[in-house]
């Protein structure tokens, strides 16, 4: 049920005529207000009161009833200082000693009474005033509302700031203050004292304003109380940070400051006002936090490198929240915390270092082929262990990763900053490494040739996932492509990889990661394998039908590999010679043969080096399966048609088969030395294999196993100091081509630029595959100006001008094959001057818009592909037979 509130109506008639005496009316109110200040309101009628206040507010005399009530109320204020507040000053302030006496108990006791008094008188003034409010109510509607002052209420609470807490006589506002931080300060050295007290003298103090117009940023709080505390906790927390960094380590000091901030928060909301809490929390931030922490994390033996060398991830997410206050970037922690994760990484790379190859001396009158062959024995033991190194180093980089995710997980949430810092530590030291390319690659290797069985996807992903964190911090790129594709090479065509859809998912990651021309080559071994397996069935299904005796022959597996996908080196069989057996030869040049008369045009090259073969050998009466090397294979039929106990030296062995010294070397050592695959002997036995030395089969040799593997190293190892020497060869030609090209696609784009610019966005295009060097860059300018493609500007040596030519022109040799659309084969006419000598060089000359060809590249111009060199002469044609396309040829220089 709703009611209407009651209001107080003034009465119709009679007033009007009615004659006010203020004097008189004034005295009944004044005695009545004296009763409410007594506590004698109980017997005063509101109604009466209110209406002598509302008859001298109508007969004109308000402003006389307001300067009358200020000044009963200031008088009365006055007395209540003198009577009630002055006895319980303490006496220091009276004197102006800031200090409350020498005991702490006393200091408690009085400040409390002080403030207990001066909370009962503020809460009686508010009181008593509350009803005072009431009773000139309509003072304040009509009276004040049409002068625009202050109520009545307003007013007499400017009173009690300027005759209580400003007394002139007795200065209690600045007791007040000295009492509250005084009581702070022993709160803060761990007494306990009376908060609520203290919540009252500061709501009073947020009541309470410097003027009548009552602003927020005029509180008498803020403006009398709150400077003075501030300054105090300035002064305070400057000791007490000197004080624990004096006596305190790293671990106690952090906990020590996160308390402080934690007490006063808890005192801005308990016992201060909540308007204080972002400046003292302030305060406290530059004098603990600020001022010290450098110092906190440089202590030894509990600073920063200490917790992170222990995991002390409680420690180390204080650090954060602490640092996180005063530094949202956090550039201190950041930069510590990556200086010591750099150091630990270089340690890593320092305790891995390539060992140096040791050069093995012969024994006493051994020649100088001995020297050599025990020097490729030493080369391939140093390789082998560097192999073992290179595992153990990414382990320790990887477990080095583990350590910082987790504390970048557990103690510094995940801060996006924090792991950009990581990673350009990491970044660092692991480039610092020059063979951090190589040994990412050989650990990848190493997992995906063995370390994945019997682990599910999960674990596979999340091994998988490691390698492409650490190659994503290689910079050069190109040399972890190189060295991948000789690695999965070796994987593919010696059948180790534990897995092709693991091969296939770690390539999908690496393309996702850097796009498909970084994986392109990747792909098309795959493609190779597929289509070789495809052709061997294919010819084997051919010679079966054709040769019922094709069972009892030589069962031949083909690899067929693009030379532009595989890392196969040289040229082939003039590179890798080898006299094969003659059933072994049969077999080859059928499936030559076979390949040619389906792919005209194309040339086979025969690599003995990169295969393998199963040889069924009888030792004892007992048949074994020996899985060897092709080599191994032709080493081992040299010695089948020999006698009983017929013996083969070194130079016959070298003589029959034509294999390289080298790869001789090491296969005579797998065959002859190694005890478990020893089916040769070697005379006199040693561990190195000598020109002098002879070879017979080793009729007493028995194995358990029915299948033998003989390797002749490791699958897959770490390069040579030799090896590493020509990769870095290639690495540099590939790296110029590389520049040029982009040299060449931005002066075509832009025609005219700077020379700091164009060096800046090759800087930028490479900078996905590889850092180049600045110095070789401008070797690049300089090779392009000298051949014409670009020149400086006139007036300007720092500015590049791109040569505009109605035809372009691109040094290089050329061997040409003509496809037509409809994939049928199409023959050129060359003619030339029979004087002109092969060698000279000539330029190619494309007719606009014509792609741009890239040197020993294959290249695509609608139909016409250019694959290899040949030799070039000084003026010839080639036309198509059909007459569709022309190319000029013309001398260049």
Known sequence: MNRSRGKIRPPRRGLATDHVDFDEYWEVLAQSLREIYAKNASHLSFEEVYRNAYKLVLKKHGDRLYGNVKKLVGEHLQMVA??????????????????????????????????????????????????????????????????????????????????????????????????????????????????????????????????????????????????????ASEVFYQREGERLLRDCDATTYLRKVDKRLKEEYSRCHDTLSMLTEAKIMKVVDQQLIDANINDVMEMEGSGLQFMLDNDRYEDLKLVYELISRVDSEKRSLKKKMCARLVAMGKEVNRTVSTPQIIAVSGADGAGESSKASATVVSEEKVANNITLVAIRWVDEVLALKDKYENIWEQSFDKDKGIQAAMT?????????????????????????????????????????????????????????????????????????????????????????EVGFAFTGKFEGMFKDMNISEEMTSEFKRLLQESDNNYKKGVDLSVQILTSTFWPVGGGGSSDHPCIYPPEIRAIRDSFTKYYLDRHSGRKLDWRPDMGTADVRATFKGKKHELNVTTYGMVILMAFSDLAPGRILSFEEIQTITSIPEQDLVRNLQALAVAPKTRVLIKKPMSRDVRLTDVFAVNEEFSSKFMRIRIGVVATNRAETEQERRDTDEKTERYRGATIEAALVRIMKQRKLISHTELVNEVLAQMGSRFNPDITMVKKRIESLMEREYMERAEGERQVYRYIVSSLMALPFHLSIILVPKHNTETTATIIRPSSVPPTHKFRYWLPRPSPFPSPNTMVSFHTLHVQTYIPSFSSFLIQFISGIYMAFITKMG
């Not at 006895?87 to 220091?92: A, I, K, M, T, Y």
């Not at 009181?127 to 007013?155: H, N, Q, T």
């Not at 803060?188 to 304003?209: F, K």
């Not at 190189?482 to 990651?509: F, W």
């Open 82 to 231: 003198v009577r009630d507040v002055k006895p319980l000053l303490p006496s220091s302030i009276v004197t102006g000693d800031v200090s409350f006496g020498t005991a702490t108990t006393e200091r408690r006791t009085v400040g409390t009474k002080f403030l207990e008094r001066l909370k009962f008188v503020w809460e009686d003034h508010q009181l008593c005033m509350g009803m005072m409010k009431e009773v000139l109510m309509y003072m304040d509607r009509v009276f004040c509302a049409d002068r625009k002052i202050p109520s009545i209420y307003v007013a007499c609470m400017g009173l009690f700031r300027d005759h209580v807490l400003r007394h002139p006589e007795y200065n209690i506002g600045n007791a007040l203050n000295s009492v509250i931080l005084d009581q702070i300060k022993m709160e803060r050295d761990g007494d306990i004292i009376n908060r609520a007290t203290i919540r009252a003298c500061v709501y009073m103090l947020e009541g309470l304003y410097e003027t009548e117009e009552e602003l927020e940023d005029q509180k008498v709080y803020l403006t009398s109380f709150e400077k003075n505390f501030l300054l």
């Open 424 to 512: 350009r530590a990491f970044t660092d030291f692991i480039n610092d490494f020059d063979r951090s390319p190589e040994f990412i690659s050989l650990f990848i290797d190493e997992n995906l040739r063995k370390g994945l069985k019997g682990k599910t996807e999960t674990e596979v992903d999340v091994v998988l996932d490691k390698a492409l964190t650490l190659f994503r911090y290689i910079s050069d790129k190109d040399v972890f492509e190189r060295y991948y594709k000789k690695h999965l090479s070796r994987r593919l065509l010696m059948n180790r990889s534990v897995s092709h859809d693991a091969e296939k998912q770690m390539i999908g990651k690496f393309k996702m």
